[in-house]
């Protein structure tokens, strides 16, 4: 038999004491926090830490361990859980090792990969996955934050659009360059690096005469420094790794140290990683930067500090670009109180991002893709070390290089330029 009218209003009724009992004294916020409380934050470090760029690559894995040792392990009262993937330097193996860590791992968020084939294999999967994946390795190629955006890809450490341009007008205006060579190894972040400084260069008035584009993992330059213009102003270069030690070593071989000043157009050869390998081959070359370990401020001081405590060495960019990345989770975090799980919302939080960090001030545009200074240096030995000298920076530099989104995507893309100079 049904149960009278008045049955069910009193279940009701202690139904709702019930419930009033267990939440009692809790805020909304508080009920909104309970189930975040229950789970660690899963972050999955992708970083190619077998194959030639490994020394960069270890910089993620420990700028990720550092941060989560500074906050004791926890981000708004959640324990934080890093799960690190080595995905060999290799496209394909990014994307298995992104399905690994999204599927069976189920991470909140991806940090890290150096290597711009693997972010743009991986971007059509972290989309349809709804994944937010922080680049902050050295992934640099333009269209992962400008071609067809994704709401879940940001980047915190640089571009190709960004970065080199202000070298070019450098080599130029300061270094008086008005012919160069660009050589670069032969895959899409290092082409469009040498790309933004050519393209650069020639606004500034100089003239590109010459493009070389070796393999990845060539063990003799000889060929190529070989063909170098001996009548060039400059060579423009970003071989990475260990085989930028290996060209600039041969580089001063050939005889050339001094007779035609190298600059690095990203942190290739002058990246700490490598730098102290290349050793005074190096000195002379000047670079261009997001974040050098000598910048002078109280907070890359004390980040250096920690680092050194930590791995015995001193950060370069793909460490501090991922202990940043961390402290952006961690400040979208703060602000959706630990509940990561209402994407939407944490999302919005983190495109509001507004840190500083050790490089100095950092944000994101309306694409994700971080606005931050652009440093010179000069690489120079002081006292027993290596090291590069900040010559000169460039406040708040964005991707666009102050023009208007619409008007900068335009332009041919960086990669498109490949074979165009030197006709």
Sequence with gaps: MPKPRH?????????????????????????????????PIKIGVLSPLSGPLAALARDVVDGARLYVDEVHGEMAGRKVELIVEDYEFKAAVALTKTKKLVERDQVHVVVGVILSAAVLAMKEYIHAHEVPFIVSGAAVAE?????????????????????????????????????????????????????????????????????????????DFGPYIGKIRRDVGVVATLVPGADGIRFIKQYEEFGLKGKITVVDTAPGITDIAVLPAAGTSAVGMYATNAYVHTIKSPANEKFVRAFRAKTGRDPGGPGEYTYSALAAINQALGATGGNIEAKAKFLEALRRMDLEAPRGRIRFDRYQHVVQDVIITRIDKVGDQIVPVIVETVRGVDQFLGLSPEEYLKRPRLIALKGTFGK
């Design 7 to 39: 049955a069910l209003t009193l279940s009701v009724g202690v139904l709702t004491v019930l419930v009033a009992a267990v939440t009692g004294g809790m805020s909304r916020g508080a009920f909104a926090q309970a189930p975040a409380a229950r789970t």
């Design 143 to 219: 269209s992962i934050t400008m071609e067809k955006p994704s709401p879940y890809v940001f980047r915190t450490s640089f571009s190709a659009s960004q970065v080199p341009p202000p070298l070019g007008k450098f080599a130029y205006d300061k270094l008086k360059a008005r012919t160069a060579t660009v050589i670069a190894g032969d895959t899409v972040g290092t082409i469009e690096l040498v790309m933004g400084f050519a393209r650069a260069f020639e606004e500034a008035g100089g003239k590109v005469v010459q493009e070389l584009y070796p393999p990845i993992g060539t063990t």
